[in-house]
């Protein structure tokens, strides 16, 4: 596997096949067939554009939900996790090492919606025993990217 490949196209899911060959010092045909490989394979699972919601007119909040869950025997954590993700709100679901067992991301119109889904929707989930939700604030860097870069204060290059 040309992991070489998967970090360019990670970096920018715009890159043409064509660039990455130049740049490795491959045959385009190659990088192409490689490249539908990792897609049937399921190493590539699909390619997003991120967006910078808080420069648009789209109203939303997004939430980190801890949860603990009691992991069922022979199944452990896989089955409640299932339920989990299977809700459309759900952005992303990490099984976690510490305190809690998951780590929910979703995203909602407003924060009661995020409260409705946490009450009615998540906390209900056999297994589940607790949840605590954090509301994100802001975004400064998100899948690598850096979403704003603090203007520089000129205040202290004044004269006395």
Do not use: C
Not at 51 to 56: A, M, P, R
Not at 104 to 128: C, D, N, R, S
């Amino acid at each position: 596997m040309d992991t070489k490949i998967l970090k360019l196209m990670e970096e920018d899911a715009n890159i043409k096949p064509e660039e990455i060959a130049l740049m490795l010092s491959k045959e385009v045909g190659d990088v192409k067939k490689m490249i539908r490989q990792y897609e049937k394979d399921g190493v590539i699972l699909g390619y997003q554009t991120i967006v910078d919601w808080d420069k648009t007119d789209r109203e939303y909040v997004s939430a980190l939900i801890e949860v603990k869950v009691m992991p069922q025997r022979d199944r452990g954590f896989d089955k409640i996790a299932e339920k989990i993700y299977n809700h459309p709100e759900v952005k992303a679901l990490y099984l976690m090492s510490g305190g809690f067992d998951f780590t929910v991301l979703i995203e909602g119109k407003t924060m009661k919606e995020v409260a409705y889904f946490v009450a009615q929707k998540l906390a209900p989930i056999e297994f589940v025993t607790s949840t605590a939700t954090h509301f994100v604030l802001k975004k400064y860097k998100d899948k690598g990217v850096i979403y704003s870069v603090p203007e520089k204060d000129e205040r202290g290059n004044m004269p006395l």
